[in-house]
């Protein structure tokens, strides 16, 4: 391993975007390497304004009237997913850099699963722990303060 075996990056995501932390050592102070965000996420106007609209209308097959289809996946799940496959390729690339010795995932239960999902098995094998809270927006000494027992 190439990388130094003590820095560790925090990845503290949820389905309206991510923040990437790097950490050099045990107790050392946290520092942002990257932000991800999705438009469509969580708390936005732009998805705000998908679930306002009005649905699209179709024909029935048999007679005059007209409905309203809902599509088959939520758009929930679908900009979810969209991110949480952004995010893996993030860590990849930094896996491809030698940006880090271990991976420290931070997220909600409804997006850790979807994360783990995305992630390839060589990011996986890095990731030295996981825990389900919802920290994106906390301060980093917050974040300093739940993870410094982790690895």
């Known amino acids: 391993m190439n990388a130094d075996d003590s820095r560790y990056w925090i990845v503290l ?12 050592g045990r107790g050392s102070a946290l520092a942002e390497v990257a932000e991800l965000s999705a ?12 679930f306002s609209d009005r649905l699209p209308r179709t024909h ?3 007679g005059n009237s007209r409905h309203a289809i809902e599509p088959h996946t ?5 900009h979810a997913d ?15 850099d030698d940006a880090y010795a271990g991976l420290i995932l931070v997220a909600p ?4 699963g979807r994360l783990d999902a995305a992630l390839d098995k060589a990011v996986d094998a890095r990731v030295v722990a996981r825990l389900h809270k919802d920290l994106r927006h906390a301060a980093l000494p ?9 690895r």
Do not use: K
Not at 13 to 24: M, Q, S
Not at 109 to 112: I, K, L, V
Not at 142 to 150: F, I, P, T
């Open 13 to 24: 995501a949820d389905a309206g975007g991510a923040r990437i932390l790097v950490r050099t």
């Open 39 to 50: 438009p469509e996420g969580e708390g936005s106007a732009a998805r705000r304004a998908q």
């Open 60 to 62: 029935d097959s048999h």
């Open 74 to 78: 939520p758009l929930a799940d679908v």
């Open 82 to 96: 969209r991110l949480a496959g952004e995010i893996a390729q993030r860590l990849a690339a930094g896996l491809r």
């Open 109 to 112: 239960s409804r997006f850790a």
């Open 142 to 150: 917050d974040v300093q303060a739940r993870v410094a027992d982790l």
